[in-house]
């Protein structure tokens, strides 16, 4: 049973070091990308004792064809003598060098290497592979666009490709105004990105293009290139600098001359139509992008039709408009209107503040007569207040009543016959408003 148990832990040690050794011998990089004419080396770590151990293997490429480059062990190395470009080696490094890499350099390599270490009956294989590309640098792409006509929206297609002369390895990336162009519904590319088509073109595709070419190596921007693409017409609208505008209705003067102008989002340029609409129908007045207009001698509320056409993408648009007549001061623009608005809104509330400012007053103060008038002798509350008696004179059938403070002036009358009739007892010093009711 020790015996087993002894047997099994030298395999796992065995085991273990067979692993540890394979993990420790490889290649740095598994993908080594060249240039053209220059040196390369590939290089192999080894954290082993080399000068403890003893190994043989050897060099070859895979692809695209099946080649051996060289075969070694502790103490020599054969290269392949057929071949023109054969890498160097030197022990005990077992990395191959290339003094001048070219076009056959470029493909798949693999090393296997089988490793005695002391102790281990049985050698240790180790194969590792590596990647190498050789580039040439790119020259400046160029753009080629098919066809070279015109191009109408939503219904041609157009072609770019982009082309270097020199060059290998290499991938294309497409530009429009500076930003990256990527797949849409209507963009697709080819594999190496080379050649971009769009169908079917559209507005947005309007713009300055590039091509960026690049390898592992370089890269290289190619001119600008432009595409136009016809389209429209979009937005037709009809403006004018005279009159007031507001929603299709122009408030124009009766007594000048004014002009129209139909614009519209469209490449080429529309052909503009103006029509007058009636009763019976419609009239061609005139074709062209201006249109004068006579208010006075037309009738209040003329209705007009701009119809936009595009030549080229052979659609078209219209939009309509009200002509309203009012006699205004020869020169009047939106500003001085809205000045007038304005005076007569300020107007307004000045007015409505003044009598909000009467009726508070008239809410805070007694009614008072208003001087000038008739006066019956009580306008002052405030002098009816006193103590009244009855002054019976002889001879006389009336009686006449007279005050307290005229009383003095009776004194010297000494056959007056004088009679207290009423006494008001309460004589209040200020008149309170129910009391001057």
């Known amino acids: 049973m020790v015996y087993i148990q002894r047997v099994f832990s030298a395999l796992w040690t065995v085991l273990c070091v067979l692993s540890l050794v394979k993990k420790k011998c490889a290649v740095l990089n598994p993908t080594q990308h060249g240039k053209m004419g220059d040196p390369m080396l590939l290089k192999v770590e080894t954290h082993f004792d080399v000068h403890n151990v003893t190994f043989q293997g050897f060099w070859c490429k895979i692809k695209p064809n099946n080649t051996l480059l060289v075969t070694f062990n502790n103490i020599n190395a054969i290269p392949n003598l057929r071949l023109k470009n054969s890498p160097a080696l030197s022990l005990p490094d077992v990395s191959i060098y290339f003094e001048h890499l070219d076009e056959d350099t470029q493909g798949e390599y693999e090393l296997q290497i089988n490793i005695i270490f002391p102790g281990i009956p049985s050698p240790v294989a180790v194969t590792k592979r590596v990647t190498v590309t050789v580039s040439v640098p790119v020259s400046m792409p160029v753009i080629t666009k098919t066809p070279e006509s015109e191009l109408v929206e939503d219904r041609d297609n157009v072609t770019l490709t982009c082309s270097v002369e020199h060059g290998t390895n290499v991938q294309f990336k497409w530009l429009k105004n500076n930003m990256v162009v990527g797949p849409s519904e209507w963009h697709t590319f080819s594999k190496d990105h080379g050649t971009l088509v769009i169908n079917p073109v559209k507005k947005e595709d309007i713009g300055q293009y590039n091509c960026e070419a690049q390898n592992h190596i370089s890269s290289k921007l190619s001119k600008q290139a432009e595409l136009i693409v016809f389209y429209g017409p979009y937005n037709l ?201």
């Open 237 to 437: 609208a009809v403006n004018s600098d005279q009159g007031l505008k507001t929603e299709g209705v122009f408030m124009v003067n009766l007594e000048e001359l004014v002009f129209f102008e139909c614009i519209a989002d469209s490449n080429p340029p529309n052909t503009c139509v103006w029509i007058s609409k009636t009763k019976n129908g419609t009239e061609v007045l005139m074709t062209g992008p201006r249109f004068e207009v006579k208010p006075y001698e037309l009738p209040q509320g003329k209705e007009f039709l701009c119809r936009a056409f595009n030549n080229m993408t052979k659609k078209q648009d219209e939009t309509k408009f009200t002509l309203v007549m009012a006699s205004l001061d020869r020169g009047i623009q939106e500003g001085s209107v809205l000045s007038s608005l304005a005076f007569i809104t300020i107007s307004s509330v000045l007015i409505i503040v003044c009598m909000m400012f009467v009726l508070l007053r008239k809410s805070c103060h007694p009614r008072r007569k208003q001087r000038g008038l008739h006066r019956s002798g009580h306008e002052d509350a405030a002098e009816d207040f006193g103590i009244y008696e009855f002054v019976s004179v002889p001879g006389k059938m009336e009686s006449t009543q007279a005050s307290c403070r005229s009383l003095t002036r009776l004194d010297s009358v000494k056959d007056l016959h004088t009679t207290i009739y009423d006494v008001i007892k309460h004589v209040p010093e200020t008149p309170t408003l129910s009391l001057l009711k």
